[in-house]
Every structure is written in C-alpha cells, then in structure tokens.
C-alpha cells in the first residue's frame, strides 16, 4: 500500500476511520500501482466518503448505474 500523506498505512488500517482515509484517497487521487478498489468498501463506507464531485459521479455510475447527485 502506498504512503498515505504522512501517515502509515498499516497504522490506519486498523480503524474504520483510517479504512476511510485510505479508501477516500485511493477514489479521489487513484489507487497506488498494484492496488484495487473494492466495491464492497465503497458501498459499505459511501455516506462516510468525502469525495471529489466529479469522482463521487463516476463511482455512482460504476456502481448503481446511474448517477444519484
């Protein structure tokens, strides 16, 4: 996993909020090499994400079909 900011991933990935950090920087700034983004964690954390409008519509659409904002 890529370096998130300054933060170590492995330190964030143990609380939901970390998850969400990690998760909300992969959707708006792209995942690291190797790296994928799972749908269930973006269906799971969705009303929790801050994201970029232009990325929030595009996941709407890989998701649900259809775009929901």
């Known amino acids: 996993m890529a ?9 964030l990935a143990k609380t ?5 950090k990690i ?8 995942p690291g090499e190797g790296e994928k983004i799972k749908a269930t964690d973006v269906k ?5 994400l801050s994201l970029f409008p232009e990325r929030q519509r595009l996941m709407e659409l890989l998701i649900w079909g259809k775009t929901r904002s």
């Open 44 to 48: 799971k954390y969705w009303n929790k």
């Open 16 to 20: 939901e909020s970390g998850r969400i």
């Open 3 to 11: 370096l998130v900011w300054d933060y170590d991933p492995g330190e």
């Open 23 to 30: 998760l909300e920087r992969q959707i708006n700034y792209g």
